[in-house]
């Protein structure tokens, strides 16, 4: 199903799964100097137009946008796209603020866990988001990831079980601190995606990217 416009969007009309994913696009982007979420990937997607798209093909049902100050103009970009955007009042309490608002658009009864990704991760391959999802599903570890050898990537599964630990998790120290400690219980799986690992934070990372 599609919807012609955002504010279409009646999210009763989306199964919503037991898996969501969460989108990070809240940030300032001030290294970069314009809104990473609207900058064009080498195929001429928005970033988090591709991204959106990538969870769609891996059989992602539900997909939430957490957006800020740039809220407008990313929802236009989206129009027409499955996916609802909510807004973080205020991210500059830092990522973990973006990842609790986001949280709690798609947390219900019934979800087991959360995919998450920053938008300034645009190049991952649906097939990447199949294996993390099919490692987490098969090992039930509280977090999963995309590594390639001992690099880690996006996007991260929490599991439900660490939803009231993110939640009560310093929101200036971020997810790390829930990470760190259970660093012992996390699954990285193997993958063939440097997209995944691929973070584009600032003009000159943008210019490998496109020039690629």
């Not at 500059?92 to 019934?110: C, E, H, K, M």
């Not at 990447?128 to 599903?137: F, G, L, P, Y």
């Not at 971020?174 to 660093?183: E, I, L």
């Amino acid at each position: 199903m599609r919807w012609n416009r955002l504010r279409d969007f009646d999210p009763s009309a989306v199964a919503s799964g037991v898996l969501p994913a969460l989108i990070l696009a809240a940030g300032a982007s001030t290294r970069m100097g314009t809104p990473k979420a609207l900058l064009s990937a080498p195929d001429g997607l928005p970033f988090v137009v591709r991204i959106a798209r990538t969870f769609r093909d891996a059989g992602v049902t539900d997909t939430v946008v957490v957006t800020g100050s740039h809220h407008d103009e990313i929802a236009h970009v989206l129009e027409g796209e499955p996916v609802r955007c909510v807004r973080n009042p205020d991210p500059s309490r830092g990522q973990l603020s973006s990842l609790l608002v986001g949280l709690d658009a798609v947390d219900q009864p019934g979800i087991e866990g959360c995919l998450v990704t920053l938008v300034d991760v645009p190049m991952l391959r649906s097939e990447t988001v199949r294996a993390v999802i099919a490692a987490w599903r098969r090992t039930k570890a509280p977090i999963v990831r995309p590594a390639i050898g001992s690099r880690h990537g996006h996007p991260v599964i929490f599991d439900r079980a660490l939803f009231t630990e993110l939640r009560r998790a310093p929101v200036d120290l971020g997810a790390k601190v829930v990470v760190r400690a259970h660093a012992s219980e996390i699954w990285n799986e193997p993958v063939d995606d440097e997209g995944s690992l691929t973070d584009v934070d600032t003009p000159a990372d943008y210019e490998r990217l496109t020039n690629r």
